[in-house]
């Protein structure tokens, strides 16, 4: 296994295991995460061994962006963040080797729009999926509209972004938004073994077959410009800001709609 300070990667056989490793912040993303986890990403692409990647997080998948590397971001901090969200985010999606996202616990706001890349979800009964940047004065920042809405439908999508709310993992399932739920603590085994089971077909077909699927379902390069630009724009916000600091202080905020 080697460490890169908040990622651990292993390899099992043919599948690249990355393992988000900030426990203690139920692994925020931060600036850093998400440029350790572009070069993981890159280097488990390029091993020629390694035909499956896994993403993982623990006892906690990703409770979202950082709050507190959040606040006090100018618009054009907020929008240089967004971009390098989409960035490692469209890498993922991207990526030539099927990804697979194993969730239990908190999958919320960016770390949702983080499963949200992945070609597969597999969930155990822990597991909990939302969008809830708007309590925050946020829209999702990384694509979590578009990609959301593919899945789910846009009523589904709207329902749990406008509001947001946060499901379990059985409804998850029920709306699509993962592919199956398996017992508390089987997650990485029912992950690893779908793992086992692609890195058995031909590497050139899976490659193929995932590339003619993402084409017909294309995020529109224009609609994701506006994502990272409204998600600079609610840093302007009085909304925002209160949103922030209620979260910090563990207060309900009081938004009044500027």
Do not use: W
Not at 11 to 40: H, V
Not at 121 to 128: F, G, L, M
Not at 213 to 241: P, Q, W
């Amino acid at each position: 296994m080697s460490t890169r300070g908040r990622i651990s990667i292993q390899k099992k056989y043919e599948t690249g295991i990355i393992l988000l490793n900030r426990p203690e912040t139920m692994n925020a993303l931060q600036t850093g995460t998400l440029r350790e986890l572009a070069d993981s990403l890159a280097e488990l692409e390029k091993d020629d061994q390694v035909r499956v990647i896994l993403l993982t997080g623990g006892k906690n998948f990703c409770a979202g962006a950082d709050i507190r590397e959040m606040k006090g971001k100018t618009p054009e901090e907020a929008e240089s963040f967004a971009k390098l969200g989409h960035s490692v985010l469209d890498q993922i999606e991207n990526c030539t080797k099927p990804v697979l996202a194993a969730i239990a616990g908190y999958a919320l706001g960016g770390g949702c729009e983080l499963a949200l890349a992945c070609d597969m979800r597999i969930a155990d009964e822990t597991a909990k999926l939302g969008q809830p940047e708007v309590t925050l004065g946020l829209v999702p920042g990384f694509a979590g509209t578009q990609r959301l809405t593919r899945l789910v439908g846009a009523s589904r999508a709207k329902e749990m972004i406008l509001t947001g709310t946060v499901i379990g993992a059985n409804e998850a399932e029920f709306i699509g938004l993962i592919n199956r739920v398996v017992p508390e603590g089987k997650v990485m085994e029912h992950a690893e073994e779908t793992a086992r089971i692609i890195s058995q077909r031909s590497p050139v077909a899976v490659r193929l077959a995932k590339e003619m699927i993402n084409r017909s379902s294309e995020i529109e390069k224009g609609l994701a410009m506006m994502d990272v630009a409204s998600f600079g724009l609610c840093f302007a916000s009085e909304d925002h800001v209160e949103g922030i600091n209620a979260f910090l202080e563990k207060r309900k905020p009081r938004f009044k709609g500027i």
